[in-house]
Each structure stands twice: as C-alpha cells, then as structure tokens.
C-alpha cells in the first residue's frame, strides 16, 4: 500500500497525517517531498500523525530523522503524534525517542509549538 500524506493547518502548525507504510522507495520518497514543500513554503512547525502508519523500515526512520534535522537546521521542529504500538516500541529501542517529542493528544501537540500555534 502506497503512502499517502494529507496535510491539515492547526494555527502555524501543518498536521500531516500520514497513512500506510513508510518503507525505502516510492513511500520516503511521498514523505520527504510533502515535507520539502512544507518548508519550502516557510512552515516551519510540523506534526506527523502517525495513527494510520502500520510499519516504518530503517529507510524510514531515516527519513524521520532527515526531516527533523532539515526542520531543525531552518529553527523548525517536527513532532510526531499518535504512535502505535511497533513504532512506539523502535522509538524507545533506536533511542529516537530522546530527540522526538511524541504525543497522544493533538491539542496538547499544537500547543507544544507555542502560543501562536492556537486557531
């Protein structure tokens, strides 16, 4: 199943809910264009959604890490939400947890990127 990314505005923030696999090939080649056009655009406070992804391969905890770098590199963040049981797991095992904040509540997500972030 192929990746699909659809982007929501909450305040300053892009919501990105992602769907499907994030693996090597076509899928972090959909995720890491829908965020270069995000930052292209100068958003610069991204949430990943990350309920309706069902695995992530090495390439795409890569591709997580790339955008988190890149965003940061540009005083961004990107920021992830809703991560399910697999993926919670690899956060805590390749330690990637200590450098994504992670929520379970969007709200309390989008207010993590501060004041101007509310609608």
Do not use: P
């Not at 795409?60 to 990107?78: F, K």
């Not at 919670?88 to 997500?109: N, P």
Request: net charge positive.
């Amino acid at each position: 199943m192929a990746l699909t990314a659809k982007v929501r505005r909450l305040g300053n923030v892009a919501v990105v809910d992602l769907n499907g696999k994030i693996t090597l090939g076509e899928n972090t080649g959909i995720l890491r264009d829908e965020l270069r056009s995000l930052m292209a655009q100068g958003t610069k406070n991204i949430l990943l959604n990350m309920q309706g992804v069902s695995y992530v391969d090495s390439a795409g905890l890569g591709e997580l890490v790339g955008a988190y770098t890149t965003a940061t590199n540009q005083g961004g963040s990107v920021k992830l939400l809703h991560l399910q049981g697999k993926m919670k797991d690899l956060m805590q095992i390749t330690k990637l947890h200590t450098i994504f904040s992670a929520f379970d509540d969007e709200q309390k997500a989008v207010q993590s990127f501060g004041a101007s972030a509310t609608a």
